[in-house]
């Protein structure tokens, strides 16, 4: 953790000023690139808070912590692996 | 010479899919409205010939809807909307109970004209919803009957995802504190069976395929509500200003057809809901269809597509000719997403829904399931999202 408070994370996505559902494609684009990676999404979309735990829901992620961005514009969302090492089988 | 008879009823196009914000007039409610706006244009409140014709007309139409909905005639006011309806029962009940609070216990998947009304004339204490849409009863339980609670608000069915609400057990739990339950039975009415032991009953008509214009405001016998317009004896004092007699006996005929087709209808709904509710998810990749798949409303269902908006969904729907619904957020004024899907915790993004109206023609909803696939996956290309 940080002095901002947010936990760890490999890479960052930073969707501030646009709407739903383009933040959630770019996190699932992410994902899709680097499938093991923890990932910050920053998104100031009414929708984010309810639709980032729902896609995680859909593609077997975790969301582990939600807070300010850490410059206090918008939200953002820490989005894990369920399983740290995701069998190819179950993918 | 006898001319060639008008056409009397606008056919609902094929691909209306959006009975739950209000559905066409039905014929028979047409040809009702017509004979009054003959016979009951006159004041029913005054005294010769045309004022009591109305009257006769007004009386009846009262009788029929209050048999309806379990209620008695004089207990029975009829609103310019059902919205009309819920603001003057919620301003009501707490104006009666000002020596008790004005905490207004609603579940968080009210009608937005049941939140608004608790905030502009109370305080909301929200109750919340679990996954399905359903109310929290041991919450509800709790706030209930904590201190200052002036009602409680719960709606018959969710509008938005269908989910019945057990009401008749948060009736129990509200009388156990001598609370007043208003019931939001909007979509219910001439729909499904409607739960009793409510305080206040509102209602909207052309949700049943009356015309619009017209709600219902029912406040049982002996019940604390307190008129919160200036005096006006019309409607019993419940609601100022000259009664639309001919849209309400319109109304009142509606409920009627509505009411003596409800058994085979809603049963031939359901199954095309149960149709709807199985085959989305096995011809659209990534969806998620919401709400309690049997103790549901017939006629309503709602879905959600990932990785695509509820507006170009509903454009690209219109231009197949369906209409539907959507609480996504960019289809609303104020860029929020559903209330009632974010209480669920449900996606908000690509969301339809779609609610029959009664006399949906089964080929319309083959119809609407054969374009869906397509629709989807075209909006998914335009966003680049395929194979994410």
Known sequence: MDETGIPAYDRVVDERGSRCPKPIISLARMASADPAARILLLADDAAADTDVPAWCGFRSRMLSWVGPAPDGHGRAYLVVPLDPEPSPLLS | MRQASPKNSVEPPGGFLDAASGQPLRPTARAALDAALDHGWADP?????DARRARLLLDAARESVAARIGARPDEVSFTASGTQAVHLGVAGLVRGRVRTGDRIAATAVEHSSVLHAARAYGVPVIVPVDGLGRLDLEAFAGQVGSPGVALAAVQSANHEVGTRQPVA?????????DVPLLLDAAQSVGRDDLPGGWSVLTASAHKWGGPSGVGVLAVRTGVRWRSPSPDDPRETGRVPGFVAVPLVVAAAAALEEAESERATESARLHALVDRIRARVPEVVPDVVVLGDPIDRLPHVVTFSCLYTD?????????????AASSGSSCVADALEPSHVLAAMGALTQGNLRVSLPSGVREQDVDRFLAVLPGVVARVRATLGAEGL
Not at chain 2, 45 to 49: E, I, L, P, S, V
Request: overall charge negative; hydrophobic content about 50%.
């Open chain 2, 169 to 177: 057990a948060a009736v129990d739990l509200a009388a156990e504190h």
């Open chain 2, 310 to 322: 509820g507006e170009t969904l509903l454009d690209l729907l219109d231009a197949e000719g369906f």
């Open chain 2, 45 to 49: 409140a005054r005294r010769y010939h």
